[in-house]
Each structure stands twice: as C-alpha cells, then as structure tokens.
T-cell receptor, first 114, second 117 residues
Framework: GNSVTQMEGPVTLSEEAFLTINCTYT??????LFWYVQYPGEGLQLLLK?????DKGSNKGFEATYRKETTSFHLEKGSVQVSDSAVYFC?????????????FGKGTLLTVNP | NAGVMQNPRHLVRRRGQEARLRCSPM?????VYWYRQLPEEGLKFMVY????????ESGMPKERFSAEFPKEGPSILRIQQVVRGDSAAYFC???????????????FGDGTRLSIL
C-alpha cells in the first residue's frame, strides 16, 4: 500500500535560516504529492502540491519538487520566519479511482525562534 | 465564508460510552472525508461520504464505528462502546464536486480531540 516517510522532528531554527524537511514515499501508480501545514489549534491547510514528475509546487516562499527517480518531495524554504512555526505534513493521493484517499506522513514540528 | 466546522473541539468519554463527532462541510461542498490521527502518527483515511451515501469505508474499523451524511444536517462519526485505543484526533474534510485532490483540494476542519478515560 501507499506510505509516506517524513523527517523526524522537532526541528528548531533561528529566523532567516534555511529549512529542509525530507519526505519520501512509496506508492502504486502516479500519485499527486502535497504538503499540508497545521498551525497551533487549527486544521490542516494545503501549502503546495505537485501532480507529476519534475513538477515544482510553491507557495509563501516554500518549494518542493516531485522527484520520481528518488521518490521524494522535500520541502524547502530559503529564509524562515517565526510565523512559519507549525506542523508540516507530507501527503500523497491514492491512485485511479481512489485518488481522494490521502495518505499522510507523521508530521514534522517546526519551531522558529526570533 | 465559514470553513469546515467540527464539534465538539474536545470530547471526553469513559470506556463503554458512545462518542458522536459532527462535521459541517463548507458551503456548497457535497463530499465529506473523515481521517483519524493517532498519537505520534499521521492522519489515516477512514471513510468517504456523499449526501446519504457511503462511498468508501475501507479505512474504518469494522465494529463500533459508523458514519453518516444525511440529506439535511452535518455528517456524524459515531463510535459505540469506546475503548482507550479510540483516543485520537478526528479530522473531517470536504470538497466541492470533484474528488481528485490535485484538482479540488480537500478542506480540513480543526478536528475533534477525543479522550477516553
């Protein structure tokens, strides 16, 4: 079945530092890949997505590239802010008729200090 | 423009009681999905419903768990005779008229944190 493995947290950075959160996946077919973010006390929000190999998703300074050869979708940001402190989830969609079925990683807690 | 509304935010039950979790999808959304997040785990798909129909319940435990999405009113996830292992965060998501999340994203609620004493 499908699975997502994310970098273990927590990750603590200083403001303006470079961020990488690793994500690798196992899937049948050609899934779409997603990063979701969960701010304290809130639900998950879609941060960015990529639907096919070599696609780059980007939003709010975050980027991730769909790498089929390494089955990876690492999240990066060049300069983090305190407001980026949250839990980040990597996810993939099911294949074929079950593409609505999202599979999530365990989440990575990011704390950014001023 | 209200998002997906879940209530209660926190629910405490004793072993053997029933838990009812409610989810009102975003306005105009007719597809509802329930996910469960156990401690130290990612979210896991439980069930997908459209109005009055269960489309896919492959992720739901076979016993004690049921879900509905009636013609009127919110979607309900019901857990009968709760046990300690049911303690988790339960998230509801909704989407409009397309189920492919790469085309039509699933919008998530804030979740219900269920604690079993």
């Amino acid at each position: 079945g499908n699975s997502v493995t994310q970098m273990e947290g927590p990750v603590t950075l200083s403001e303006e530092a470079f961020l990488t959160i690793n994500c690798t996946y196992t899937a049948t077919g050609y899934p779409s890949l997603f990063w979701y973010v969960q701010y304290p006390g809130e639900g998950l929000q879609l941060l960015l997505k990529a639907t096919k190999a070599d696609d780059k998703g980007s939003n709010k300074g975050f980027e991730a590239t769909y790498r089929k050869e390494t089955t990876s979708f690492h999240l990066e940001k060049g300069s983090v802010q305190v407001s980026d402190s949250a839990v980040y989830f990597c996810a993939l969609s099911g294949s074929g008729g079950s593409n609505y079925k999202l599979t999530f990683g365990k989440g990575t807690l990011l704390t950014v200090n001023p | 423009n209200a998002g997906v509304m879940q209530n209660p935010r926190h629910l405490v039950r004793r072993r053997g009681q029933e838990a009812r979790l409610r989810c009102s999808p975003m306005k105009g959304h007719s597809h509802v999905y329930w996910y469960r997040q156990l401690p130290e785990e990612g979210l896991k798909f439980m069930v997908y419903l459209q109005k009055e129909n269960i489309i896919d319940e492959s992720g739901m435990p076979k016993e004690r768990f049921s879900a509905e999405f009636p013609k009127e009113g919110p979607s309900i996830l019901r857990i009968q005779q709760v046990v300690r292992g049911d303690s988790a965060a339960y998230f509801c998501a909704s989407s409009r008229d397309r189920v492919d999340p790469s085309v039509e994203p699933q919008h998530f609620g804030d979740g219900t944190r269920l604690s079993i004493l």
